[in-house]
Every structure is written in structure tokens, then in C-alpha cells.
């Protein structure tokens, strides 16, 4: 297994193409994870990129103002950025597929699920990791999709789509195709071995109470009282300021997935409107739910890309026994990197110390995240981050 990673800020998708492909050299990659902002630059460049790596399994979404690699935080003055992840490994197989959304999400990743398999070649058997990335709004169902098909025990990670500052677009990517509202799906079956770790960086604050009404994505009522009375009464400021303001780390709402020695492991959700019905959510919230008012701070999500890099080497023997991965991929909630925007480069050389400051890693910022909780329970949530970290020959201690 061998891992690479390029980026560039130039403006022009072709000249950052051109700038990456000077870094990979002769290598030729297998895979391939590709991000980049504003969508339109991101798109540009991916089918550039697949008409110059046509046998290479690629997927990819736009990323929020940026990225980072271990070569620093990547987004010009324009806000243009692109990143890769290349993989070289002739003793693994990979496969890629996308769907878009239509009238069935959870089809419809189905379909993209089977497809990748397919294109793997090993359809029979289960794989270390699926990695994906889908337009905001489904992934839940796309997440039901993929346990339907493989059952819980695989690792899912991955990240939604995310728009710009300046531009509402988002898309995602795979192969030879671009996409602005469907899912990419890959599964990965690497020669070596793979940890993985998926965290937030909030802690409880108070309870808000039981939802008792939803439509869709939006919240309704919380205790049969209106859920934005509630909800404001809780965080102390009108909703409405605080997203305008960006004021993430009072809003998330966190609710309770299981224990973890003893401590309840909670998954987030955070609001992006209020409407006439309540509050509209990122993720979904269901009947009888018990809802939590989350709180972080600027501290805590500074140093935790460090921590959620850390857990993931620490699953494997590798890891505890101080070795450094040969690479590593991560999704950042996009919000997050808003709350930390001022100390970007502070939290890449804190997670880059942890991963080796060698070491290939990608990271983009996204709007919603993906990843295991609790033994494989593969949830969707906000304001997380998720890694995963690849070691070559396996090791014992």
C-alpha cells in the first residue's frame, strides 16, 4: 500500500489538476478520494482528473471554504481549493458507484451499493470500510440502505456535500459523473488494515425533553409545547441570531445512542432554519426521543481532530504501539471549522503531530457527517468528525 496526497489553491481547474498531477508523479493509483470548494471548481477538476486516471475507482464531494492535507490548509482568495487522496495498494480492491436521489434515496444507494461491489470484484465478501458522500437531506436512508445490504458490522464513514460561502451549490462525484442531489458509495478491501473513530466535541448542558412532534427533518413540538419556545427558552438567545451569527457550539441538540463505560455516547444535530411549523435540523429527530441541549467551546474543537485521529490509531496494535499510519482520511463538520476558522492552522498541526507530520492525510469539511458509534452502529449526525487510518502490514503487540 502506498498513499499520496496533493493539493492546490490555484483558481483554474485545469492548472489545479496540472499542480496535483506534478505531486503524484508516475504513481497510479487505484483509488481515489477527491474534494474540493466551491462545487463547480470541485466538479471541473474531478472529470478532468477521471479523463487522466480512466481506470481508477475515484468519489468525491465539494467541501466547505477548503481543505486541509498535511501540507497545511488549502483555499485561495477566490475560495478555490482541491485535494486528493491517491491510493496505490495491488493487494487490495476497490469499488465506486453513484446514484442519483430521484424519488428513492434508500434505492437508490442500494443500487450505487451493489454497483460498487461489483466493480470491486468481490461481491461475496464484506469489506474493511465503506466510504461515502451524499447531498444533504437523505442520509439516513442511505445509511438503511447500506445496513440492509451488509448488516451493522461494517464501518461506514463519510460526509454530505457541502455549499460554499459564496455559492449555494454542493455536489458529489464519482467515477466519470457529477452530481447534485444522490449518493457516492465506495468499499474498500485494503491489503493492510484499517482504524477508525468518529467523535464530537460537545458535552451535555441540560435536558430539553421528549420530541412529541416532526415533519420530515423539521421539530415540532418538544413536551407537546412549541419546540422553538422550548428550544429558546434552553439557549437563552432567539434561534434565528444564533444561526445568522453562527453561534454553533450553544445550538447542538444531542441525543442518547447507548453507554459507553458507563457515560451515555450521544450523536448531535444542529438547526439551519426556523420556519412556520419549528425548526428545521440537519438530521432527523424522531417520536419519543429524548433531546439534550449539547454545548462546546473553541478549546475542545481545536484539539479534537487530534483526539478523533488518535482514537483511530489507537484501535489497531499499530497504532498503540506508536507506529504512524502510511495515511489517514477525515471529514470535518463544517461548522465546526467555523467555530475554529481563526485557528485552522493550530488544528492542523495538532492532528498532523498525531498522524506523523508525513503522513498523506486528507480532510474536508462537510455538512453532516457519517461514521460508527458503539460498536459499529453507524449513525449520521452534526458537528462531528471522523477518521480513518490506514496501516500497512499488520502487526501484533
Known sequence: MHILTAQSDL????????????????????????????????????????????????????SYSGLFSEQGYCSSGLGRSLGIWALSDTGGSYGAAMRPYGNNPQLAAKEALEEAFLNSERVAEMPALIWMHASPGHEERVLEAIRDYVGPSVPVIGGAAAPSPEFEQQAVACNGAVEDDGVTIAVMFPSGRVGYSFHSGCSMAEPLGRVTKVMGRTLV???????????????????????????????????????????P???????????????????????????????????????????????????????????????ALMVYCACCMQVVSNDLQQVVDSTTHVLGTETPVLTMFTYGEQGPLLDSQNVHGNLMIASAVFYGEACSE
Open 11 to 62: 483558481d483554474q481547474p485545469q492548472l489545479a489538476v496540472k499542480a496535483l498531477l506534478s505531486r503524484l508523479g508516475d504513481m497510479s493509483p487505484c483509488f481515489m478520494v477527491v474534494a474540493g470548494s466551491p462545487a463547480h471548481h470541485f466538479s471541473d477538476a474531478f472529470l478532468e482528473l477521471k479523463k487522466l486516471y480512466p481506470d481508477t475507482h475515484m468519489i468525491g464531494c465539494s
Open 221 to 263: 413540538e418538544i413536551d407537546h409545547q412549541p419546540a422553538i419556545d422550548v428550544y429558546e427558552q434552553a439557549v437563552g438567545v432567539p434561534i434565528v441570531n444564533a444561526i445568522e451569527t453562527q453561534n454553533w457550539t450553544i445550538l447542538p441538540v444531542g441525543r442518547v445512542i447507548g453507554e459507553h463505560l458507563n457515560m
Open 265 to 327: 455516547v450521544f450523536t448531535l444535530s444542529i438547526p439551519i432554519e426556523v420556519n412556520d411549523q419549528g425548526v428545521n435540523f440537519l438530521t432527523e429527530l424522531k417520536v419519543g426521543e429524548q433531546l439534550y441541549l449539547m454545548s462546546g467551546n473553541e478549546s475542545s474543537l481545536r484539539g479534537r481532530g487530534a483526539r478523533v485521529a488518535e482514537g483511530a490509531m489507537k484501535m489497531l496494535p499499530e497504532g498503540r504501539l506508536g507506529l504512524k499510519p502510511i495515511g
